[in-house]
């Protein structure tokens, strides 16, 4: 692939020179086409039995991105009350919400039983906590909130890096199977059902094999909690993040097709049939969106090549986070730089932290001061990581729509934003 921005018809006839020029540097721009299809997508995942996609809301949180989900027809998972404030204020109904948390406070419960969302609690002392708060808020035993979840520990984990890995026996995340016994003591003392269980291996795998491992592990785990309401598998799917170098994308259809067949034997063997879910973050939204990123200074520092552009480590963390790898293309005069003539260069941002470099060693055309740069694939983990580090605002988001016309979806913050708290 030559470039993505281009094969994609991501700008559908804007040219980006002039969208930086309206909206500034850096600027997320996202496709609208392509936000929609890829949740579309994962809206098919289990066709044959009763699904849903929850779009794990933590990949990105701006309030026009939740809306698509709505219209799309995907639920959705939130990890704190600021993402449920956010689902809810974008019409999203809290019965299409799944609150999925990790050490939270009772007031953080409270406020997911008061919305009437379903909650899955992450250890035995959070279940416990939760029992406490139906007690305390004296709920009948016919309550509907006395219904929620719990989520396991499946034993195994699978990602791009260790941060990422979230199953396992040394991650932080679920109950662990040896204690099941345990959860059925919490919830007979405090009259709670559990309606659903959940887990969560890990992000970005491109083969699906430990995922589908890990659905056939839950679905046997499932059978010690009787009929349930829900199983959720979880999310993970990665996005081709080297797609210029012709990196495949996630087989969905032969994963689709190996899913199915270990449904049919688990609804074969139990007997009836649980509502299936998923929870895809990234997935959905990786791929629709580009950081579009002035580059300031050119320099040479014994023997290496640096290119200085105005997205920091605080625009985009993932590089410096977790080393991740985002593709690149250059923009001159507003088209394309052909990937030819290659030349080893460091593309580094604005903060003053020596682990602020986008891209270390790459082969890339030759960048010049006052070209743009293209850095895909920045939609999920891109702004709702970003920081202020260095006193520096964050930067706007603009939607290129269906019909081509640019609507800007959060503008940029200003210094006065940054005053407003002292
Ligand atoms: C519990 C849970 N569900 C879903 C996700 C979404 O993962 P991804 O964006 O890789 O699909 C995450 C990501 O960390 C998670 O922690």
């Known amino acids: 692939m030559n470039s993505f921005i281009n094969e994609s018809n991501f700008l559908k006839g804007n040219n980006a020179e002039d969208l930086a020029s309206k909206f500034g540097t850096p600027l997320y721009v996202y496709s609208e086409e392509i936000l929609r299809n890829r949740m579309h997508n994962v809206s098919q995942v289990i066709t044959k039995y009763p699904y849903t996609a929850n779009y794990s809301v933590k990949a990105n949180t701006n309030i026009n991105i939740l809306k698509l989900a709505i219209e799309e027809n995907i639920n959705c998972d939130a990890m704190s009350v600021g993402e449920m404030t956010l689902l809810l204020k974008a019409g999203m109904p809290e019965e299409r919400i799944f609150f999925v948390p990790n050490n939270v406070s009772e007031d953080e419960i409270e406020f997911a039983i008061h919305n009437g969302i379903m909650t899955s609690l992450d250890s035995l002392c959070q279940l416990e906590r939760y029992g406490e708060v139906c007690e305390r808020l004296g709920l009948n035993e016919d309550d509907n909130a006395r219904r929620c979840a719990v989520r396991i520990n499946p034993g195994v984990g699978a990602g791009h890096h260790e941060k990422v890995v979230t199953g396992g026996k040394k991650t932080k995340f679920g109950i662990s199977e040896s204690d099941i016994d345990k959860i059925f003591e919490i919830t007979k003392k405090y009259n709670l059902k559990i309606a659903g269980i959940n887990q969560h291996i890990g992000s970005l795998f491109m083969e699906p094999t430990p995922y589908l491992e890990a659905v056939k592990n839950i679905l046997r785990i499932s059978e010690r909690f009787g009929k349930l309401d829900f199983i959720d598998f979880g999310g993970g799917y990665g996005i081709p993040y080297h797609k210029l170098d012709d990196e495949k994308d996630f087989p969905m259809e032969d994963f689709k097709a190996k899913l199915e067949v270990i449904l049919d034997e688990f609804v074969e063997k139990v007997g009836y049939v649980p509502l299936f879910k998923s929870e895809p973050g990234r997935y959905c939204v990786a791929e629709g969106s580009f950081i579009l990123s002035r580059v300031h200074a050119i320099k040479e520092n014994n023997g290496i090549h640096f290119a200085g552009c105005d997205c920091g480590m605080n625009v985009l963390v993932r590089p410096s986070m977790y080393d991740s790898w985002h593709d690149i293309e250059v923009i001159r005069d ?27 060693d790459r082969e890339l055309p030759e960048i010049k001061k006052d070209d743009l740069l293209a850095i895909l694939d920045t939609g999920a983990y891109g702004w709702s990581m970003c920081s202020t580090y260095n006193s520096r605002p964050r930067p706007a988001e603009v939607m290129i729509c269906k019909d081509g016309s640019v609507k800007e979806i959060r503008r940029r913050e200003t210094i006065e934003d940054l005053m407003r708290l002292f």
């Open 334 to 360: 507003g088209k394309i730089v052909n990937r030819e003539n290659l030349k080893t260069l460091t593309v580094c941002g604005n903060i003053c932290e020596s682990g602020d470099l986008l891209a270390k």
